[in-house]
């Protein structure tokens, strides 16, 4: 079946614009993450949703950070706000639910902020 | 803050040599996974360890726990350029919760 999807690939945005990344996980997995990887870095946390509420948002910078996942499927990470230390490739991944442990990362969304 | 330090950070190597990656942490993880990550693309994992002393196989790549849980090894057997790639180790305070370290840049020469 299909894997973890993300939109757009690439994004570029001037520094004080609002920014939508949207990720759809594998159909059927309840448990669904994200992750910023910036340059010669590994994957950062941001934050982790059960179902349609975020069991941990506490990788989140600070709140211009949020992000939703309404019908417990599609998510959308909003960057309010943003800034040029906010460029990365955001990255979502999701699994079967709690306690699994094997997360599917998808391709990644690489914003850049000018 | 647990954090995972990787070593080397870069290696290049020729075609057919062995090689090992190493993660170490100051701090104790149920458990620890592999990845590996292609430019443009989400890390893919590769093993879980669980068990203190474990050590999985999978084809030419050996990855040892280490027993008292704070450190792990991949090892490379007879490299081949299709290996390169960057090789992330992320430790699991808990499944929902992944800290990944640095990573390991791997190029393998033809």
């Known amino acids: 079946g299909a894997g973890v999807s993300q939109t757009p690939s690439n994004k570029v945005t001037e520094k004080g614009k609002y920014v939508e990344l949207r990720c759809d996980p594998i159909s059927g997995h309840t448990a669904l993450y994200w992750y910023r990887q910036s340059l010669g870095q590994g994957p950062e946390f941001l934050i982790y949703?059960?179902?349609?509420?975020?069991?941990?948002d506490s990788g989140l910078p600070n709140d211009r950070f949020f992000a939703v996942r309404p019908e417990g499927s599609v998510s959308t990470l909003k960057i309010q706000r943003t800034e040029r230390g906010d460029s990365a490739v955001y990255l979502c991944?999701?699994?079967?639910?709690?306690?699994?442990?094997?997360?599917?990362f998808g391709p990644g969304t690489r914003l850049t902020v000018t | 803050t647990q954090l995972l330090e990787q070593s080397p950070q870069f290696l290049s190597i020729q075609e057919g040599e062995n090689l090992t990656v190493y993660c170490n942490s100051s701090s104790v993880f149920s458990s620890l996974q592999w990845y590996r990550q292609e430019p443009g693309e989400g890390p893919v994992l590769l093993v879980t360890v669980v068990t203190g002393g474990e050590v999985k196989k999978l084809k030419r790549l050996t990855f040892q726990f280490g027993d008292a849980r704070k450190d792990s090894s991949l090892h490379i057997t007879a490299a081949q350029p299709g290996d390169t790639g960057l090789y992330l180790c992320a430790g699991l305070p808990r499944a929902e919760k992944l800290v990944f370290g640095k990573g390991t840049k791997l190029t393998v020469n033809p």
């Open positions: 991944a999701s699994s079967r639910g709690t306690g699994s442990y094997e997360q599917y």
């Open positions: 949703f059960q179902g349609t509420g975020a069991a941990d």
